[in-house]
């Protein structure tokens, strides 16, 4: 396109968001453009009985016309939208859609492009919003907890002749019948099932303790109306079931064979419970933390209500549907050919793309950026649970692109920070149990 390129452009500003761009541009000017694209085309175009660059202007034009026509109309309509754009200061989220009009003047080629800007952030006060700061000190008590369940994670099961009881492990042959017929999925053998682990059906789960090597059980089972399997819910169904072992757990000693399991080389038990209480206060700290940080974001959210782009919030919903897709397929769930839709992800998408607004006008604002030593810090306490952390940190500053994690974190520990310091904050005790949940 030449410098010479007629326009004329005038900005709808009737939505909040979105912004629309009526553009004409003279036909002479794309006519001109599509000549010097041709003759540029002229010299490297290959046609039979003609040698390169010698191929008439007449068969180039017929051969390739269209495309430089197309690509003629196209910088035309991108110079006029991008001058448009930086004339009036404009922050565009997305990429623009280009409409064709069809009532432009003899001529003229008119367009609309329409397209979405960044909304105009002004921070609210966030001083009268309350923050519960939760607080929990790992003492004995807590430790002792944790290497409960980590022998408990690391349980053994032995064969007995008694009867079975709560979390017994038992091995069993079971069939169902719908009256009187098998029924697909109604069947197992060798299975291995928790006693009192909730894995079954209420009724199968009743049937499961008190029970020896040998027995053998038929007992009815009602499943429930919202059962996943149509044929089956609302039904109750006969199992005939036979108890081949029940095996009793045994949990390990807190001994040196122990220790060693947990990485101590030396089986020293005192070391050992050194190491797990780092690891645990490490990990209290990653957690009682994030629970101030939902607060401080869901406080952000609240007082500061705006709108967001739909191309953006579009754009993160992909990005996460995607991340999902590899997720699952990373830990082998067959996913490959199973559509992830980016419309579940709407809403996380929506408050993530919110979030990152609020964020960087307030980093702006309060001049919260992250410093060299922040990023440090993190980085060494992500070093510190591997066993060469000198090495890991190496890694991270090998390529500047793998410390974005560490300063994504650095720069929101910045916000959490200003906002503890503006908002009212109360500090609350946990308890260990809550805290930990499942992981506990």
Same mark, same amino acid.
Do not use: C
């Given at each position: 396109?030449?410098?010479?390129?007629?326009?004329?452009?005038?900005?709808?500003?009737?939505?909040?968001? *979105?912004?629309?761009?009526?553009?004409?541009?003279?036909?002479?000017?794309?006519?001109?453009?599509?000549? &010097?694209?041709?003759? =540029?085309?002229?010299?490297?175009? !290959?046609?039979?009985?003609?040698?390169?660059?010698?191929?008439?202007?007449?068969?180039?034009? &017929?051969?390739?016309?269209? &495309? +430089?026509?197309?690509?003629?109309?196209?910088?035309?309509?991108?110079?006029?939208?991008?001058?448009?754009?930086?004339?009036?200061?404009?922050?565009?989220?997305?990429?623009?859609?280009?409409?064709?009009?069809?009532?432009?003047?003899?001529?003229?080629?008119?367009?609309?492009?329409?397209?979405?800007?960044?909304?105009?952030?002004?921070?609210?006060?966030?001083?009268?919003?309350?923050?519960?700061?939760?607080?929990?000190?790992?003492?004995?008590?807590?430790?002792?907890?944790?290497?409960?369940?980590?022998?408990?994670?690391?349980?053994?099961?032995?064969?007995?002749?008694?009867?079975?009881?709560?979390?017994?492990?038992?091995?069993?042959?079971?069939?169902?019948?719908?009256?009187?017929?098998?029924?697909?999925?109604?069947?197992?053998?060798?299975?291995?099932?928790?006693?009192?682990?909730?894995?079954?059906?209420?009724?199968?789960?009743?049937?499961?303790?008190?029970? !020896?090597?040998?027995?053998?059980?038929?007992?009815?089972?009602?499943?429930?109306?919202?059962?996943?399997?149509? *044929? @089956?819910?609302?039904?109750?169904?006969?199992?005939?079931?036979?108890?081949?072992?029940?095996?009793? +757990?045994?949990?390990?000693?807190?001994?040196?064979?122990? +220790? !060693?399991?947990?990485?101590?080389?030396?089986?020293?038990?005192?070391?050992?419970?050194?190491?797990?209480?780092?690891?645990?206060?490490?990990?209290?700290?990653?957690?009682?933390?994030?629970?101030?940080?939902?607060?401080?974001?869901?406080?952000? @959210?609240?007082?500061?209500?705006?709108? $967001?782009?739909?191309?953006?919030?579009?754009?993160?919903? *992909?990005?996460?549907?995607?991340?999902?897709?590899?997720?699952?397929?990373?830990?082998?769930?067959?996913? !490959?050919?199973?559509?992830?839709?980016?419309?579940?992800?709407?809403?996380?998408?929506?408050?993530?793309?919110?979030?990152?607004?609020?964020?960087?006008?307030?980093?702006?604002?309060?001049?919260?950026?992250?410093?060299?030593?922040?990023?440090?810090?993190?980085?060494?306490?992500?070093?510190?649970?591997?066993?060469?952390?000198?090495?890991?940190? =190496?890694?991270?500053?090998? &390529?500047?692109?793998?410390?974005?994690?560490?300063?994504?974190?650095?720069?929101?520990?910045?916000?959490?920070?200003? $906002? @503890?310091?503006?908002?009212?904050?109360?500090?609350?005790?946990?308890?260990?149990?809550?805290?930990?949940?499942? +992981?506990?």
């Amino acid at each position: 396109m030449t410098d010479k390129a007629t326009t004329d452009v005038a900005i709808d500003t009737s939505s909040a968001l *979105e912004r629309r761009i009526e553009m004409t541009v003279a036909l002479a000017e794309i006519d001109k453009d599509v000549e &010097q694209r041709l003759k =540029r085309m002229s010299r490297t175009v !290959k046609a039979a009985g003609f040698r390169p660059g010698k191929v008439p202007m007449k068969l180039v034009a &017929q051969q390739y016309g269209s &495309q +430089a026509r197309s690509e003629a109309i196209g910088a035309a309509v991108e110079k006029a939208y991008g001058e448009k754009v930086r004339e009036q200061n404009l922050r565009v989220a997305g990429y623009p859609r280009i409409e064709p009009k069809a009532d432009a003047s003899p001529g003229l080629l008119g367009f609309t492009a329409i397209f979405e800007v960044y909304p105009e952030v002004t921070l609210a006060d966030i001083s009268g919003q309350a923050i519960e700061k939760p607080t929990l000190t790992v003492t004995d008590a807590e430790l002792d907890k944790t290497l409960d369940v980590l022998r408990k994670q690391r349980t053994t099961y032995v064969e007995t002749d008694r009867a079975s009881a709560k979390e017994d492990r038992l091995v069993i042959d079971f069939v169902g019948r719908k009256n009187g017929e098998e029924f697909p999925g109604g069947k197992a053998s060798d299975y291995s099932v928790m006693v009192g682990g909730g894995m079954m059906l209420p009724d199968f789960e009743a049937q499961l303790e008190g029970v !020896k090597a040998g027995d053998k059980k038929t007992f009815d089972v009602a499943f429930p109306a919202d059962y996943q399997a149509p *044929e @089956l819910a609302g039904n109750t169904v006969q199992f005939e079931m036979t108890v081949k072992k029940v095996e009793a +757990a045994r949990l390990p000693e807190i001994d040196a064979e122990f +220790a !060693k399991q947990l990485g101590v080389a030396d089986g020293d038990t005192a070391r050992m419970r050194v190491e797990v209480r780092s690891n645990l206060e490490r990990e209290v700290k990653k957690r009682l933390l994030a629970k101030v940080k939902e607060q401080v974001m869901e406080a952000l @959210l609240k007082v500061n209500p705006i709108e $967001v782009p739909k191309a953006l919030v579009a754009m993160e919903a *992909e990005q996460m549907a995607e991340t999902a897709k590899r997720d699952m397929e990373s830990r082998g769930m067959g996913m !490959k050919n199973i559509p992830v839709e980016a419309s579940w992800f709407t809403e996380q998408a929506t408050r993530r793309v919110k979030l990152g607004l609020l964020l960087a006008e307030l980093v702006k604002e309060k001049d919260l950026h992250v410093k060299p030593e922040q990023v440090r810090a993190i980085v060494d306490e992500f070093a510190e649970t591997f066993e060469d952390p000198k090495e890991v940190v =190496r890694w991270y500053y090998s &390529q500047p692109q793998r410390l974005a994690e560490a300063e994504a974190l650095a720069l929101e520990n910045n916000v959490v920070d200003w $906002v @503890l310091a503006n908002a009212k904050v109360s500090e609350t005790p946990i308890a260990f149990d809550a805290l930990m949940g499942n +992981a506990a």
